[in-house]
T-cell receptor
Framework: DAKTTQPPSMDCAEGRAANLPCNHS???????VYWYRQIHSQGPQYIIH???NNETNEMASLIITEDRKSSTLILPHATLRDTAVYYC?????????????FGSGTRLQVQP | EPEVTQTPSHQVTQMGQEVILRCVPI?????FYWYRQILGQKVEFLVS????????KSEIFDDQFSVERPDGSNFTLKIRSTKLEDSAMYFC???????????FGPGTRLTVL
């Protein structure tokens, strides 16, 4: 699985959009970009994933650059409950039984 | 919405004792996993399980660890003789057939004294 780079921490004002970047410059054509988050010491929570098209669900939007070397997770209206560590993970499709490799992620602090 | 459940939420044990951590994966999921997170550190993969056998395991998952799916709903992690360094949050996860998305439980905090 390709390596990812994320900023260690970010702040965001409540109600504003939180834009979390991820660099995955060595991503290959069959690798998806996954985002998970971990609120305090709870279990990681799946947010969204994509291959090359932008994706949106009820939680967030995922914007992947045309060259697929980076992506941005967007929380459109951040709330205090979105304070968490956000993990960007790249993995080959169809490897569901394989491990997820968590890095250090980005600690997002949503400020009131 | 279905979710992965884990029991107990907190387990305290003496060094050298055996512990069994229990998980109920999401019904109809076929892949099951255990991860752990030592306080302040990254989430680490331990083992994956499919079709009643281990698919993959990490270096952490040594002979002290074992997993079992004793019936159609439970998935357990046993640590035979706990060490102080086994103190951590243990997360169970499951994913559906053909699915790459893993869904995690709330975790069991294991404290070894």
């Amino acid at each position: 699985d390709a390596k990812t780079t994320q900023p260690p921490s970010m702040d965001c004002a409540e109600g504003r959009a939180a834009n979390l970047p991820c660099n995955h410059s060595t991503i290959s054509g069959n690798e998806y970009v996954y985002w998970y988050r971990q609120i305090h010491s709870q279990g990681p929570q799946y947010i969204i994933h994509g291959l090359k098209n932008n994706e949106t669900n009820e939680m967030a939007s995922l914007i992947i650059t045309e060259d697929r070397k980076s992506s941005t997770l967007i929380l459109p209206h951040a709330t205090l409950r979105d304070t968490a560590v956000y993990y960007c993970i790249v993995r080959v499709a169809g490897t569901g039984r394989r491990a997820l490799t968590f890095g250090s992620g980005t600690r997002l602090q949503v400020q009131p | 919405e279905p979710e992965v459940t884990q029991t107990p939420s907190h387990q305290v044990t003496q060094m050298g004792q055996e512990v069994i951590l229990r998980c109920v994966p999401i019904s109809n999921h076929l892949y099951f996993y255990w991860y752990r997170q030592i306080l302040g550190q990254k989430v680490e993969f331990l083992v994956s399980f499919y079709n009643n056998e281990i698919s993959e395991k990490s270096e952490i998952f040594d002979d002290q660890f074992s997993v079992e799916r004793p019936d159609g709903s439970n998935f357990t992690l046993k640590i035979r003789s706990t060490k102080l360094e086994d103190s951590a949050m243990y997360f169970c996860a499951s994913s559906p057939a053909g699915g790459d998305t893993q869904y995690f439980g709330p975790g069991t905090r294991l404290t070894v004294l």
